[in-house]
């Protein structure tokens, strides 16, 4: 249980266009999800929280209109990339919350690159 | 704001024991978990602590005391496999159930 998958797992896009990533939960529901970035040797960054069938809260230094987050369902929360640049480069994982102890589990992470 | 440290690199042979240790300092806190995350790949998770004492699961052991703001994560039996980054995470008493990471622990498995 409590498997989370995203997509795409790899993607390449030349700068100024945008990428969306999924994050799905599989076999749980969640109300609440969150988007880390990660950069090389680096730890997780928490960029926002993704709650369903509201407005994500983002955290400090986190642009809500570059990094736009939309949770529909208890099982599904995209991020968008708008107008990616180089420096948006980097490793972007999802997790979802669940279990008596409220667990995060991750998903396997989009490797984002911009050229 | 919390403060999570934990040493940068550990390495050890196979079939040794290896304590990794972590200390924070948070405004709040409502439980600790361990994370393993191996290169390129996302981190899985290892353990739970909320109440001080030891949590035993097959090889991987975590324990907690709350007073001293302090964690340890015991690997008994090392196999190559376990050569990984592992993430201490705190966290605090939001309603979201917020996780602040620390930096992680390289170990490196010797043979």
């Known amino acids: 249980g409590a498997v989370v998958s995203q997509h795409p797992s790899r993607v390449i896009c030349k700068s100024g266009t945008s990428v969306k990533i999924e994050c799905r939960s599989l076999d749980f529901q969640a109300t609440t999800m969150f988007w880390y970035r990660q950069f090389p040797k680096q730890s997780l960054m928490l960029m926002a929280t993704s709650n369903e069938g509201s407005k994500a809260t983002y955290e400090q230094g986190v642009e809500k209109d570059k990094f736009l987050i939309n949770h529909a369902s208890l099982t599904l929360s995209t991020l968008t990339v708008t107008s990616a640049h180089p420096e948006d480069s980097s490793f972007y994982i999802c997790?979802?919350?669940?279990?008596?102890?409220?667990?995060?589990?991750f998903g396997p992470g989009t490797r984002l690159t911009v050229l | 704001g919390q403060n999570i440290d934990q040493p940068t690199e550990m390495t050890a042979t196979e079939g040794a024991i290896v304590q990794i240790n972590c200390t924070y300092q948070t405004s709040g806190f409502n439980g600790l978990f361990w994370y393993q995350q191996h290169a390129g790949e996302a981190p899985t998770f290892l353990s739970y602590n909320v109440l001080d004492g030891l949590e035993e699961k097959g090889r991987f052991s975590s324990f907690l005391s709350r007073s001293k703001g302090y964690s340890y994560l015991l690997l008994k039996e090392l196999q190559m496999k376990d050569s990984a980054s592992y993430l201490c995470a705190v966290r605090g008493t939001d309603s979201w159930g917020k996780l602040q990471f620390g930096a992680g622990t390289q170990v490196v498995v010797t043979p």
């Open positions: 997790s979802a919350r669940t279990g008596s102890t409220d667990t995060q589990y």
